[in-house]
């Protein structure tokens, strides 16, 4: 890609050309799926409607500040709750890449019904290079597992119509400024939410303490940085661990979960450093993890690993 | 206790009242066993037999260790390798209280074979007086499960000898340093070994990986107090944990299990901090496990917190 505006012109154009009647877009609060929405109104306008699904596995108030980014992007959207699609698909599963793959059969399915009703057959996506690249190069000839790219199952009705397939990361930033789009408030958030931040069984009650966990390191982190604490991290989040240890409760001893905290420093996300925040910081986030989930996790962890051998996110 | 030697001369005499016969000793290693084994020999000289058994969970070259340990205390011992027999108690485990349960149960087994070959029902134990304060105050009248007390079962047949049960850490020091015991080189560790280090399953697979583990961590820690880097902690150790995340490994996805690094600072092991290590300390520990454990181990997480809410050991 050369120039934003440009692309946006034949992006739109091409778009116009895919979409003969309707689109339904998968708009799930990132920077990409936005800007693939924004596009995909400027094209065919309330012809392509855009959904965000609350799978509840979003973080404290996701929903709250999903709707302001796209008031401020401009974008026409609707939310549908779905929760409790989403746990009874997650009910007694701990392998990770099931995990994913229920959660995208589930988005897809929920996606069909939208489509059907809103009587079309497109599904307008924010894939973009690395999502496919990582996942094997081709969309439909490997196990896939991101997010974007395993959702469609090969008995799909819909077809695909991803915008900014060919982009990578920094250029989609570009496209999204072109757009009018504000830079986000949040760090980027994967798709399956806080599922793949729950090891092991997903429930509602382990989604909570995750929930929790998050909210603490997002805060801390946040105000670490703009006090000039540590330097702003790439990525920084929580992971609730379903080992049990003993913990001291008053005069009890108590069994409780353990919550492993990851904050890395990395600029494409290909490899990534284990931060060294100070250790004040650290201090305040298990203190605070182990009060606000007193009795339930009694143990807090910092992922010291880089990528590779680690990967940024645990599932 | 007021005064070391007098202590000696004083247990000697109720260690000769409470042995008519022949005693077994239950020798682990660490320093309050040796100093009562030293202590009944004093009293009644080879009529107590010192057994250390190798339970297939001891850390690396810790057979050896502890065998030049009481060869510089003077204590005549013999070693009984019993791996087999602790795996199979373990088998399909999970649940810590239940692990040192049958650990407990194992060793007491062992001992009452031991005791009839050698023609006893006395068994002397270096009990000190945290252990059984730490479980509940008595010794038959609560759910044990500190291993020094937790050991016999109703049905025994063995009389329990605990020479040192009223003594604190620091005055077992003392005693042992009148004894002539020298300074043990390496920190204290539990009866039960490397299971309480293993979170979940303990197989010998699992528990080969928590003694790479824990040598690492006590190797980079020896390493960072003897050249200045750091104060000599309290206790440092690694524990396995039974959690899968993904991790690279040269151009392909794997799935590994984590460590968690736990190094504290105590006086009294009542309360405890974690301890912040220089950062370059914890990258070493974290990529030499990953390395040593290739493919197996994928992430590695410090512990920072404290005790309570935390304990010092995971179970």
């Known amino acids: 890609m050369t120039d934003p505006a440009q692309f946006v012109d034949e992006a739109v154009a091409r778009l116009r050309a895919a979409i003969p009647g309707r689109a339904i877009i998968a708009a799930s609060g990132g920077i990409d799926s936005t800007a693939a929405a924004i596009l995909a109104q400027r094209a065919v306008g309330d012809r392509a409607r855009a959904i965000f699904v609350d799978n509840g596995l979003l973080r404290d108030g996701e929903v709250a500040r999903v709707r302001a980014f796209f008031d401020a992007s401009g974008l026409h959207y609707e939310v549908r709750d779905a929760a409790d699609r989403f746990f009874e698909a997650l009910d007694g599963i701990v392998d990770p890449e099931e995990k994913r793959r229920r959660i995208g059969m589930t988005f897809i399915r929920l996606f069909e019904t939208e489509a059907d009703r809103f009587g079309t057959d497109r599904l307008i996506q924010g894939t973009i290079a690395p999502d496919w690249i990582e996942s094997g190069g081709s969309l439909r000839d ?174």
Do not use: C
């Open 142 to 315: 490997t196990i896939k597992t991101h997010h974007n790219v395993g959702g469609i199952p090969l008995d799909s009705r819909l077809t695909l119509v991803e915008p900014l397939r060919d982009l990578y990361k920094d250029e989609v930033r570009a496209v999204a400024r072109a757009l009018g789009i504000p830079e986000p408030e949040r760090q980027p958030f994967p798709g399956p939410g806080l599922a793949v931040r729950v090891n092991g069984l997903v429930t509602p009650e382990r989604v909570r303490r995750a929930r929790v966990a998050n909210r603490v390191v997002e805060e801390e982190v946040e105000r670490a940085f703009r006090t000039g604490a540590m330097p702003r991290p790439w990525q920084y989040f929580a992971v609730l661990l379903p080992t049990r240890s003993v913990g001291v409760l008053g005069d009890n001893r108590v069994h409780g979960e353990a919550v492993s905290v990851r904050i890395v420093e990395s600029s494409d996300a290909m490899t990534a450093t284990a931060a060294a925040p100070p250790p004040a910081v650290l201090k305040t986030i298990a203190e605070r993890i182990t009060r606000e989930l007193s009795g339930e996790v009694v143990r807090v962890l910092y992922d010291i690993t880089d990528k590779p051998p680690a990967t940024i996110e645990w599932e």
